[in-house]
Protein backbone atom coordinates (compact mmCIF):
# COMPACT_ATOMS: atom_id res chain seq x y z
CA UNK A 1 0.00 0.00 0.00
CA UNK A 2 0.18 2.09 -1.86
CA UNK A 3 -0.40 -0.81 -4.88
CA UNK A 4 1.81 0.84 -7.82
CA UNK A 5 -0.19 1.49 -11.27
CA UNK A 6 -0.02 -1.21 -13.91
CA UNK A 7 1.72 -3.82 -10.94
CA UNK A 8 -1.25 -6.21 -9.99
CA UNK A 9 -2.32 -8.82 -12.87
CA UNK A 10 -5.80 -7.65 -14.67
CA UNK A 11 -7.76 -10.39 -12.93
CA UNK A 12 -6.87 -9.45 -9.96
CA UNK A 13 -7.11 -5.82 -10.27
CA UNK A 14 -10.92 -6.37 -11.16
CA UNK A 15 -11.48 -8.93 -8.50
CA UNK A 16 -10.86 -6.14 -6.02
CA UNK A 17 -12.55 -3.26 -7.61
CA UNK A 18 -15.52 -5.41 -7.33
CA UNK A 19 -15.57 -6.41 -4.37
CA UNK A 20 -14.98 -2.61 -2.89
CA UNK A 21 -17.49 -1.41 -4.96
CA UNK A 22 -20.88 -2.50 -2.80
CA UNK A 23 -19.30 -1.01 0.40
CA UNK A 24 -18.29 2.25 -1.87
CA UNK A 25 -22.12 2.40 -2.20
CA UNK A 26 -23.36 1.50 1.00
CA UNK A 27 -21.33 4.66 2.27
CA UNK A 28 -22.31 6.99 -0.23
CA UNK A 29 -26.10 6.41 1.09
CA UNK A 30 -25.05 6.68 4.87
CA UNK A 31 -22.86 10.09 3.80
CA UNK A 32 -25.77 11.04 2.02
CA UNK A 33 -27.55 10.78 5.62
CA UNK A 34 -25.48 12.37 7.58
CA UNK A 35 -25.46 15.42 5.24
CA UNK A 36 -28.99 15.55 4.89
CA UNK A 37 -29.94 14.82 8.54
CA UNK A 38 -26.91 16.22 10.51
CA UNK A 39 -25.52 18.99 8.49
CA UNK A 40 -23.12 19.66 11.76
CA UNK A 41 -21.10 16.93 11.28
CA UNK A 42 -20.19 17.93 8.16
CA UNK A 43 -17.01 20.10 8.84
CA UNK A 44 -16.24 16.95 10.90
CA UNK A 45 -16.07 14.38 8.14
CA UNK A 46 -14.19 16.88 5.86
CA UNK A 47 -11.83 17.23 9.37
CA UNK A 48 -11.64 12.85 8.89
CA UNK A 49 -11.00 12.99 5.20
CA UNK A 50 -7.84 15.84 5.81
CA UNK A 51 -6.76 13.51 8.27
CA UNK A 52 -6.53 10.22 5.74
CA UNK A 53 -5.09 11.93 3.11
CA UNK A 54 -2.54 14.03 5.29
CA UNK A 55 -1.34 10.60 6.38
CA UNK A 56 -1.64 8.28 3.93
CA UNK A 57 0.59 10.97 1.89
CA UNK A 58 3.30 10.11 3.86
CA UNK A 59 5.31 7.40 1.69
CA UNK A 60 8.34 5.20 3.32
CA UNK A 61 9.37 2.44 0.55
CA UNK A 62 8.48 -0.81 1.20
CA UNK A 63 8.51 -4.30 -0.62
CA UNK A 64 8.57 -4.35 -4.74
CA UNK A 65 5.37 -2.54 -6.01
CA UNK A 66 4.25 -1.19 -2.71
CA UNK A 67 4.95 1.31 -0.03
CA UNK A 68 4.27 1.72 3.65
CA UNK A 69 2.44 4.91 5.27
CA UNK A 70 -0.12 5.64 8.17
CA UNK A 71 -3.68 5.15 6.25
CA UNK A 72 -5.72 7.82 9.05
CA UNK A 73 -8.54 6.03 8.75
CA UNK A 74 -9.71 4.74 12.17
CA UNK A 75 -10.28 8.47 13.26
CA UNK A 76 -13.31 8.59 11.23
CA UNK A 77 -14.32 5.21 11.45
CA UNK A 78 -14.76 5.41 15.20
CA UNK A 79 -16.48 8.90 14.90
CA UNK A 80 -18.99 8.02 11.76
CA UNK A 81 -18.68 3.98 10.80
CA UNK A 82 -16.35 1.78 8.30
CA UNK A 83 -18.35 1.97 5.19
CA UNK A 84 -18.43 6.38 5.13
CA UNK A 85 -14.77 5.57 5.39
CA UNK A 86 -14.81 3.64 2.09
CA UNK A 87 -15.89 6.37 0.12
CA UNK A 88 -13.21 9.17 1.79
CA UNK A 89 -10.62 6.41 1.26
CA UNK A 90 -11.29 6.09 -2.34
CA UNK A 91 -11.65 9.67 -2.77
CA UNK A 92 -8.47 10.08 -1.13
CA UNK A 93 -6.43 7.39 -2.84
CA UNK A 94 -7.82 9.09 -6.42
CA UNK A 95 -6.20 12.26 -5.45
CA UNK A 96 -3.04 10.49 -4.52
CA UNK A 97 -2.96 8.38 -7.84
CA UNK A 98 -3.86 11.46 -9.96
CA UNK A 99 -1.38 14.00 -8.15
CA UNK A 100 0.90 12.32 -6.19
CA UNK A 101 1.94 8.93 -7.90
CA UNK A 102 1.25 7.04 -5.03
CA UNK A 103 -0.79 3.79 -6.32
CA UNK A 104 -2.45 3.90 -9.28
CA UNK A 105 -5.81 3.50 -11.32
CA UNK A 106 -6.01 -0.05 -11.96
CA UNK A 107 -4.79 -0.66 -8.70
CA UNK A 108 -7.29 1.55 -6.94
CA UNK A 109 -9.80 -1.73 -6.27
CA UNK A 110 -7.17 -3.28 -3.90
CA UNK A 111 -5.43 0.02 -2.63
CA UNK A 112 -9.42 0.82 -1.29
CA UNK A 113 -10.14 -2.59 -0.20
CA UNK A 114 -7.15 -3.10 1.99
CA UNK A 115 -7.30 0.66 3.44
CA UNK A 116 -10.89 1.59 3.07
CA UNK A 117 -12.63 -1.15 3.67
CA UNK A 118 -10.60 -3.13 5.69
CA UNK A 119 -8.89 -1.00 7.94
CA UNK A 120 -11.95 0.87 9.09
CA UNK A 121 -13.91 -2.08 9.66
CA UNK A 122 -11.62 -3.51 12.27
CA UNK A 123 -10.79 -0.17 13.50
CA UNK A 124 -14.56 0.43 14.26
CA UNK A 125 -14.99 -3.54 15.59
CA UNK A 126 -11.50 -3.12 17.91
CA UNK A 127 -13.60 0.35 19.70
CA UNK A 128 -17.07 -0.79 19.76
CA UNK A 129 -15.68 -4.18 21.40
CA UNK A 130 -13.37 -2.13 23.94
CA UNK A 131 -15.39 1.07 24.96
CA UNK A 132 -18.14 -2.24 25.91
CA UNK A 133 -15.91 -3.23 28.20
CA UNK A 134 -15.16 -0.34 29.64
CA UNK A 135 -11.59 0.37 28.48
CA UNK A 136 -10.26 3.58 28.56
CA UNK A 137 -11.31 6.10 25.75
CA UNK A 138 -8.14 7.14 24.87
CA UNK A 139 -6.36 3.23 25.02
CA UNK A 140 -9.83 1.99 22.73
CA UNK A 141 -8.80 4.46 20.06
CA UNK A 142 -5.20 3.72 19.71
CA UNK A 143 -5.64 0.03 19.86
CA UNK A 144 -8.81 0.47 17.17
CA UNK A 145 -6.13 3.33 15.10
CA UNK A 146 -2.99 1.13 15.30
CA UNK A 147 -4.24 -2.30 13.97
CA UNK A 148 -7.04 -0.98 11.79
CA UNK A 149 -3.80 0.24 9.77
CA UNK A 150 -1.71 -2.99 10.75
CA UNK A 151 -4.47 -5.04 8.93
CA UNK A 152 -4.29 -2.88 6.10
CA UNK A 153 -1.32 -4.26 5.58
CA UNK A 154 -1.56 -7.75 6.53
CA UNK A 155 -4.60 -7.76 3.34
CA UNK A 156 -1.82 -5.68 0.95
CA UNK A 157 0.47 -9.01 2.03
CA UNK A 158 -2.34 -11.54 0.75
CA UNK A 159 -3.48 -9.53 -2.57
CA UNK A 160 0.40 -9.56 -3.44
CA UNK A 161 0.77 -12.74 -2.34
CA UNK A 162 -2.09 -14.35 -4.43
CA UNK A 163 -1.04 -12.16 -7.50
CA UNK A 164 2.37 -13.28 -6.99
CA UNK A 165 2.93 -16.74 -5.43
CA UNK A 166 6.45 -18.29 -4.83
CA UNK A 167 7.55 -20.18 -7.49
CA UNK A 168 8.25 -23.02 -4.55
CA UNK A 169 6.57 -22.33 -2.13
CA UNK A 170 3.51 -20.98 -3.83
CA UNK A 171 0.89 -18.57 -2.44
CA UNK A 172 1.73 -19.41 1.82
CA UNK A 173 5.39 -18.82 1.09
CA UNK A 174 4.97 -15.96 -1.24
CA UNK A 175 3.15 -13.97 1.61
CA UNK A 176 5.03 -15.19 4.47
CA UNK A 177 7.81 -13.09 2.49
CA UNK A 178 5.79 -9.91 2.25
CA UNK A 179 4.46 -10.48 5.95
CA UNK A 180 7.69 -10.24 7.17
CA UNK A 181 9.15 -7.36 5.36
CA UNK A 182 5.85 -5.39 5.18
CA UNK A 183 5.84 -6.02 9.56
CA UNK A 184 9.64 -3.62 10.13
CA UNK A 185 8.13 -1.01 8.99
CA UNK A 186 4.37 -1.51 9.41
CA UNK A 187 4.57 -2.21 13.18
CA UNK A 188 6.41 0.97 14.10
CA UNK A 189 4.05 3.04 12.08
CA UNK A 190 1.24 1.59 13.13
CA UNK A 191 1.90 2.47 16.68
CA UNK A 192 3.00 5.81 16.13
CA UNK A 193 -0.28 6.55 14.17
CA UNK A 194 -2.56 4.88 17.29
CA UNK A 195 -0.57 7.77 19.24
CA UNK A 196 -2.00 10.54 16.92
CA UNK A 197 -5.15 9.20 16.37
CA UNK A 198 -5.41 9.46 19.96
CA UNK A 199 -4.69 13.04 20.69
CA UNK A 200 -6.21 13.91 17.88
CA UNK A 201 -9.39 12.20 19.16
CA UNK A 202 -9.04 13.93 22.02
CA UNK A 203 -8.95 17.19 20.93
CA UNK A 204 -12.23 16.56 18.77
CA UNK A 205 -13.79 15.66 21.96
CA UNK A 206 -12.87 18.88 23.89
CA UNK A 207 -14.14 20.88 21.56
CA UNK A 208 -17.01 18.23 20.31
CA UNK A 209 -18.11 16.55 23.28
CA UNK A 210 -18.49 12.39 23.68
CA UNK A 211 -22.02 12.20 22.67
CA UNK A 212 -21.35 14.15 19.40
CA UNK A 213 -18.91 11.65 18.57
CA UNK A 214 -20.39 8.46 19.77
CA UNK A 215 -23.97 8.83 18.27
CA UNK A 216 -24.71 6.07 16.17
CA UNK A 217 -25.49 7.02 12.61
CA UNK A 218 -28.05 5.04 10.74
Known amino acids: MHIMEGFL ?3 WAVFWTLITIPFFILGIRKLNSIFKNQPNKKLLVAL ?12 IPSVAGSCSHPTGVGLG ?9 TVIGVIVLLFQALL ?7 TLGANAFSMAVVGPFVSFGIFMILR ?16 GSLCT ?9 LAF ?20 TQIPISTVEGIITALVYDKIKEY ?11
Do not use: C, W
Request: hydrophobic share 55%; net charge positive; charged share 10%.
Open 48 to 59: AGAFVFLLSALK
Open 165 to 184: PDPVGGVAASLVKFLGIFAI
Open 9 to 11: PKG
Open 208 to 218: EGESILNEKIN
Open 77 to 85: AIMFGPTIM
Open 100 to 106: LAHGGIT
Open 153 to 161: YIVTSIQLG
Open 132 to 147: KRNVNIGVSVFFASAL
